[in-house]
């Protein structure tokens, strides 16, 4: 089984910042992109950031020039520096990635989210 664990999310005031961490662990072959996305209450889920196994990146507009994704493929282990945070951040934080066992065969998992506040 394969599971994505997020961690770093928590409090800040705005301006603030923060860095998250989605480590893959389990039955992995390798993995494609990985991304996060994030879901204020009452709100759908969206896409922050991607970033493909070669690592090329992709923002939301919201978010460019504050927030920072990468990935340190040996650790199996995506990250999301924000900075300058506003408190329209303030969203429970997903990590996703396209996992494959095998050189065709692959899935998209989540992690279980981590919860980012910014308080003004």
């Known amino acids: 089984q394969v599971q994505l664990v997020e961690s770093g999310g928590g409090l800040v005031q705005a301006g603030g910042s923060l860095r998250l961490s989605c480590a893959a662990s389990g039955s992995i072959f390798s993995i494609g992109a990985m991304g996060w996305y994030r879901q204020a209450p009452g709100k759908l889920r969206d896409l922050v950031a991607t970033?493909?196994?070669?690592?090329?990146?992709n923002y939301a507009d919201s978010v460019k020039g504050r927030f920072t994704i990468s990935r340190d493929n040996a650790k199996k282990t995506v990250y999301l520096q924000m900075n300058s945070l506003k408190p329209d951040d303030t969203a429970v934080y997903y990590c996703n990635a396209r996992i494959y066992s095998n050189l065709v065969t692959y899935r998209d998992y989540w992690g279980k989210g981590t919860l980012v506040t910014v308080s003004s």
């Open positions: 970033i493909a196994n070669g690592g090329s990146t």
